[in-house]
């Protein structure tokens, strides 16, 4: 089996990660946001999680216009689901990070230095989450700390990629 590693600390906002038996461009993955993980057991694309990770930071301007910024986490949920697509200015703040992540609703805002991501397991989970709480979660973290934590995960593919390759 191979090395378990985690970027950041689970507490506020972590990366944990293993690669795959066979690609080294897939693996598991789960983020960690306030000692709670999101994502499945199941293999994905790095880069495509890296990639929406990035589309966070590079967007950071468009994510501030949240208008259910003050609402409780419950309360979010439940305005994003009722608004369902037909608000494209609010599907911006819906993100998805590959496959393994699909049994979440997942909504990310910034305001001044902070990244909010607020989240809820589907009520019909594909994967099984034992103990997993049923109620919409938050954490709200430091741009910078997030920012750091993706670079690192980012540099890391990079260096595994270099020595897997030689």
Sequence with gaps: MMQEITIGKKSTFAIQYRH????QKMGFVR??????????????????LLGDLQFIINNRERLMDFPF?????????????DLGIQHRSLSKHKISFGESFDDFLIVCFFT??????????????FFTYPGYPQAAQMAS???D??????????EELVLSMA????
């Design 163 to 166: 020595k897997f390759k030689h």
């Design 141 to 143: 973290l430091d741009y």
């Design 20 to 23: 795959g038996q066979q690609d």
């Design 31 to 48: 983020l960690w946001l306030g000692d709670i993980y999101l994502g499945a057991d199941d293999e994905v694309y790095f880069s495509y």
């Design 112 to 125: 001044d230095g902070k990244v909010h991501f607020v989240w809820k397991l589907r009520e019909k989970p």
């Design 145 to 154: 700390y997030f920012e750091s934590i993706v670079k690192r995960f980012n």
């Design 69 to 81: 910024r003050d609402d409780l986490p419950e309360t979010i949920m439940q305005k994003m689901s």
